[in-house]
């Protein structure tokens, strides 16, 4: 009988146990890549029985030539780097881990917003410059009780920042387009009214065709003049260089980005110039604690797919 043989397109880890350790009960075969493109990840993964991958392309033309692969899953929630209308037609299952690092990302996302309403990056700045006296250049500050945050998004992590942002006093709206049906500390409204009434706006939905530059031009110019920008779902939700231009123009008050349209970020982008920007390179989602977690769903998902078989 063939050995199941399961391919690792891609990883940030330096070793396989954990993966090994859950995959153990089928007894498959291991290969490990570093892929970064579409003919890299065939080269491995042609023979694949099952594909785990994290950034690397499965484009339809990858689907199409993964003539025994049976399953994808993914190092991560998202899965717009996996074709999944060519999976489906050749009956291949895509899994992911929906609830790895809700709490990580909740967090930052959290620390982004304490961090642009109190201005805290510009005052460090100041306060390095010599300059004590920093009210002039800093206001307006506001307090946070009776703030408008509206999310984008109201899945598990959209969930838990309302949790953690509500102690605080604000009020808190949420659009999504499959908006939750079990009770949550979240006024939900139609997109409009949460782009307009909003001083934070953090977005949490997946980046689909249909939220492809979500938050484009008109968008931001129905934004409150002084309100600010998360993004901590995916860069090509946001149209950056809309963002720039309403950055520049002080139509919005300033943005906290996790997430970027062009990963990396080139040291040299618009975005590192602008003060009123926070930025982070997308480790939003990091901790140790969700880095085994990832590792041992991820591979549990092909665990359970094949123990069913």
Not at 34 to 41: A, L, P, Q, S
């Amino acid at each position: 009988m063939r050995k199941l043989h399961v391919v690792i397109t891609d990883t940030p880890f330096p070793e396989t146990e954990v993966e090994e350790s859950v995959l153990s009960p089928i007894q498959a075969s291991i290969t490990v890549g570093h892929c970064c493109t579409e003919d890299e990840v065939l080269a491995i993964a042609r023979d694949a029985d099952a594909v785990m991958v994290q950034w690397a392309p499965i484009s339809r033309r990858v689907i199409e030539q993964l003539t025994h692969c049976r399953i994808i899953s993914r190092y991560g929630v998202g899965v717009d780097m996996i074709d999944l209308e060519a999976a489906r037609e050749h009956g291949i299952q895509v899994a992911n881990v929906p609830d790895f690092c809700v709490e990580e990302v909740a967090t930052h996302t959290l620390c982004f917003l304490l961090a642009l309403g109190r201005k805290l990056f510009a005052q460090d700045r100041l306060i390095r410059q010599g300059v004590w006296k920093a009210v002039d250049a800093i206001r307006p500050l506001h307090r946070l009780r009776n703030q408008t945050l509206g999310l984008v998004g109201v899945g598990r992590i959209g969930r838990r920042l309302a949790q953690l942002a509500s102690p605080l006093g604000m009020r808190i709206l949420g659009y999504d387009v499959q908006p939750p049906k079990d009770p949550m500390p979240v006024g939900l409204a139609d997109f409009e009214t949460v782009i307009r009434e909003s001083d934070y706006l953090s977005l949490h939905c997946p980046l689909t065709g249909d939220t492809h530059h979500l938050i484009n031009a008109e968008v931001l110019g129905k934004m409150k003049p002084g309100s600010f920008l998360i993004n901590v779902a995916r860069g090509g939700v946001v149209d950056t260089e809309a963002l720039l231009e309403a950055l520049s123009r002080g139509q919005i008050a300033g943005a906290a980005l996790d997430v970027f349209e062009q990963e990396p970020l080139p040291a040299d982008h618009p975005l590192t110039k602008m003060d009123n920007v926070i930025l982070t390179p997308h480790l939003a989602s990091y901790s140790l604690d969700a880095a085994a977690q990832l590792r041992k769903d991820a591979a549990r998902n092909v665990l359970q797919f094949f123990k069913k078989k």
